[in-house]
């Protein structure tokens, strides 16, 4: 009667494994609806020159609502040393991106930075810490994946200290 037991439930449980075990591998391979609809990208910078570093890196991810409107947030880190000069700055952003046809994309960002600056000479030892805040709006041309285009700081002033200029150009790569 053992023997005729185990045989039986070897029966029944191979196709009942070979129907269920499908199905438990197909659903582990669906993804959420939500990051279907996620892009990730950024920015990354990095030069050398006359005595100096500066080098910046800045991910970022975008949620697509549709084929016309996305926003997400994004990360910043950059630093530069020049001779006596160091600058190291971090910070945030918002950006929120639409494109009325598929290659022009137009945008607005919001973007708050901590800047850490020390001047050191000979005679001078000075710390300037500081908070700052730009508001970008631009536009660009898209091509797949990279966007090209220029933003203008609204909330720039000749005493900016951050930015040497209220033009930016950009170059945006999400995947």
Same mark, same amino acid.
């Given at each position: 009667?053992?023997?005729?037991?185990?045989?039986?439930?070897?029966?029944?449980?191979?196709?009942?494994?070979?129907?269920?075990?499908p199905?438990?591998?197909?659903?582990?391979e669906?993804?959420?609806?939500?990051?279907?609809?996620?892009?990730?990208?950024?920015? =990354?910078?990095?030069?050398?020159?006359?005595?100096?570093?500066?080098g $910046? %890196?800045?991910?970022?991810? *975008?949620?697509?609502f +549709?084929?016309?409107?996305?926003?997400?947030?994004?990360?910043?880190?950059?630093?530069?040393?020049?001779?006596?000069?160091?600058?190291?700055?971090?910070?945030?952003?918002?950006?929120?991106l639409?494109?009325?046809?598929?290659?022009?994309? =137009?945008?607005?960002?919001?973007?708050?930075?901590?800047?850490?600056? $020390? %001047?050191?000479?000979?005679? *001078?030892?000075?710390? +300037?810490?500081?908070?700052?805040?730009a508001?970008?709006?631009?536009?660009?041309?898209?091509?797949?994946?990279?966007?090209?285009g220029?933003?203008?700081?609204?909330?720039y002033n000749?005493?900016?200290?951050?930015?040497?200029?209220?033009?930016?150009?950009?170059?945006?790569?999400?995947?």
């Amino acid at each position: 009667m053992k023997i005729f037991c185990s045989r039986s439930l070897k029966f029944l449980l191979i196709p009942i494994l070979l129907t269920v075990l499908p199905k438990i591998a197909s659903a582990q391979e669906t993804t959420n609806p939500f990051w279907e609809k996620v892009q990730f990208g950024g920015g =990354l910078g990095i030069s050398f020159g006359n005595g100096g570093f500066s080098g $910046t %890196i800045a991910p970022s991810a *975008i949620y697509n609502f +549709n084929d016309y409107f996305a926003m997400g947030p994004s990360l910043i880190f950059s630093y530069q040393s020049f001779d006596f000069y160091k600058t190291t700055l971090y910070g945030g952003s918002w950006i929120v991106l639409a494109n009325p046809i598929p290659q022009i994309q =137009l945008s607005a960002e919001i973007e708050q930075l901590r800047v850490n600056r $020390t %001047i050191k000479d000979i005679d *001078i030892n000075l710390e +300037n810490n500081f908070w700052n805040t730009a508001l970008f709006v631009g536009a660009g041309y898209r091509a797949g994946f990279v966007t090209i285009g220029l933003r203008y700081n609204v909330l720039y002033n000749d005493r900016d200290r951050v930015y040497a200029t209220a033009w930016n150009p950009f170059v945006r790569v999400y995947f």
